[in-house]
C-alpha cells in the first residue's frame, strides 16, 4: 500500500506551500494511524519534520519547523495535510507523508506506509 503525497513546487523565500497526503481508494484509513511527514535534501538523511498523532490528535515537530509548519488532518477526505509556511531555501527537499501505529513517531524505520514524495524547492 503506497500513500500519496502532493503539492510540492518551486517557490520563493518566505511563501507558503500546502502538502496534502492520502491513500488510493482509501487503501488505508488515515484517522487510525500517527501520520508524519519526513523529508530527505540532496546528499543529507532523511529527517523527521512533523507528525500528527491517531490517538488525540497530539502533535510533534522538529525544532527546524515549530512555529512555521503545522500538520492536520481532514478524516471525511481521508487526507493530512502539511501547511508549510514563512519557507525558507533550508526547507528544500523532497518531502515524504508516512504512516506508523508505533508511538515513536520521530523514526522512520518504524513507519509502515509510505508515499513517493514530494518536491519542494524554496528560491532565495
Known amino acids: 500500500v503506497q500513500l500519496q503525497a502532493c503539492g510540492g513546487g518551486l517557490v520563493q523565500t518566505g511563501d507558503s506551500l500546502r502538502l496534502s497526503c492520502t491513500t488510493p481508494?482509501?487503501?488505508?484509513?488515515?484517522?487510525?494511524?500517527?501520520v508524519g511527514w519526513f523529508r530527505q535534501a540532496p546528499g543529507k538523511d532523511r529527517e523527521f519534520v512533523i507528525a500528527?498523532?491517531?490517538?488525540?490528535?497530539?502533535?510533534a515537530y522538529a525544532d527546524s519547523v515549530k512555529g512555521r509548519f503545522t500538520i492536520s488532518r481532514d478524516n471525511a477526505k481521508n487526507t493530512v495535510y502539511l501547511q508549510m509556511n514563512s519557507l525558507k531555501p533550508e526547507d528544500t527537499a523532497v518531502y515524504y507523508c508516512?504512516?506508523?501505529?508505533?508511538?515513536?513517531?520521530?523514526?522512520?524505520?518504524?513507519?509502515?506506509?509510505w508515499g513517493q514524495g514530494t518536491h519542494v524547492t524554496v528560491s532565495s
Open positions: 500528527v498523532r491517531r490517538s488525540g490528535g497530539s502533535t
Open positions: 508516512a504512516a506508523t501505529k508505533n508511538v515513536q513517531l520521530r523514526t522512520p524505520e518504524l513507519y509502515l506506509y
Open positions: 481508494g482509501r487503501a488505508v484509513s488515515l484517522y487510525t494511524y500517527t
